[in-house]
């Protein structure tokens, strides 16, 4: 099935799957602009909102998964219910296009996507730059901003907005259930097994709203990250991938290894221990000369990818924590 955009050119036929809860306004404006895009289909799995989320979304076209909340909950697990729901049906889309409820697509990026995937039969998964919507509201948003631009070109995963071939997705699986946090990457590397590809497009795709304006929120969400980190590496550690074991390994130094060597310095050798503390401020400034020295941006994301290995080893150690008591991690949310 073909549909028109409103450039007039073609586009083949493109579900999207949105995830969110208590969204509001986000909501509303991210399904309008996934209409305005010319999605064939538009399904909104909800988790639990109690804004009027679900009458929103029917209101605008969409139709709408209430997931179970009897069990616990994970994006991983929304994703799939969406994904679920498309299987079902024998008129599979072409592409399938996963949109967090906080974010809009951006005019122009669907097009783009679609003729990308279409000549490269070789690429399973496309996405584009996403974009803060208001990155001078906190330090924490423009954070969130910088980490958003990775490299164009063929790429190792994406994240929660994507474009991706049906196929692809539902050959390996979809994503996993249980991973509450890190499931894109996990499952980018699970299609690239097979054969696939993963690109990003230097073309604007999505604007999000991190919504951060704390130093709590921005905490939980490093820890979250170093959560992810140790998971993913006991999953799929091993080489060839090595799957996010340089990520653990360096949380598990500048969060804990490298404090603990410089409190027994302190005690011992106060010298040497001073000389170890000075450690910090030198990875500082060598990540900030990476980005430009005259930047403000370039400290303050020096300043918080060190600080951030401290929340990061905390997510390290509640992971296997969990993995020694048998326990099932919760979800860490941060807005």
Not at 139 to 145: E, G, H, T
Request: glycine share 8%.
């Amino acid at each position: 099935m073909a549909q028109q955009q409103n450039t007039g050119k073609t586009l083949p036929a493109i579900d999207a799957i949105v995830i969110g809860r208590n969204e509001g306004q986000r909501l509303i404006d991210c399904l309008s602009s996934l209409q305005a895009a010319g999605m064939r289909r538009l399904i909104y799995v909800d988790s639990g909102s109690t804004d009027g989320s679900t009458d929103a979304a029917r209101a605008a076209g969409a139709e709408v998964i209430a997931l179970d909340m009897t069990r616990p909950f994970t994006a991983a697990r929304a994703r799939n219910a969406g994904l679920e729901r498309i299987a079902e049906d024998r008129d599979l889309p072409d592409f399938v296009h996963f949109v967090d409820g906080d974010c809009q697509l951006q005019p122009g990026w669907l097009q783009v996507a679609a003729d990308f995937l279409a000549d490269h039969p070789q690429v399973v998964v496309v996405c584009g730059r996403r974009r803060e919507r208001h990155p001078r509201a906190s330090v924490y948003n423009r954070l969130c901003d910088l980490e958003w631009d990775t490299p164009v070109g063929e790429e190792l995963a994406c994240g929660g907005d994507a474009l991706m071939r049906t196929q692809a997705l539902l050959a390996v699986g979809g994503f996993r259930d249980d991973l509450i946090a890190g499931e894109e990457p996990e499952l980018c590397l699970r299609l690239r097994r097979a054969g696939g590809q993963i690109w990003r497009l230097d073309h604007e795709m999505v604007l999000h709203d991190a919504a951060m304006t704390r130093f709590s929120q921005w905490w939980r969400r490093a820890r979250r990250a170093g959560h992810a980190f140790a998971e993913g590496a006991a999953l799929h550690g091993a080489p060839p991938e090595r799957h996010w074991v340089t990520e653990t390994r360096r949380a598990i130094l500048w969060g804990a290894a490298l404090p603990l060597a410089i409190l027994l310095a302190l005690v011992l050798m106060p010298a040497l221990g001073v000389l170890l503390l000075l450690a910090y401020p030198a990875q500082v400034l060598r990540i900030a000369a990476r980005h430009g020295l005259s930047r403000r941006e370039s400290w303050e994301y020096a300043a918080f990818t060190v600080l951030g290995k401290f929340p990061e080893v905390l997510g390290v150690l509640g992971f296997w924590r969990n993995r020694l008591l048998g326990r099932q991690g919760r979800l860490i949310e941060y807005k």
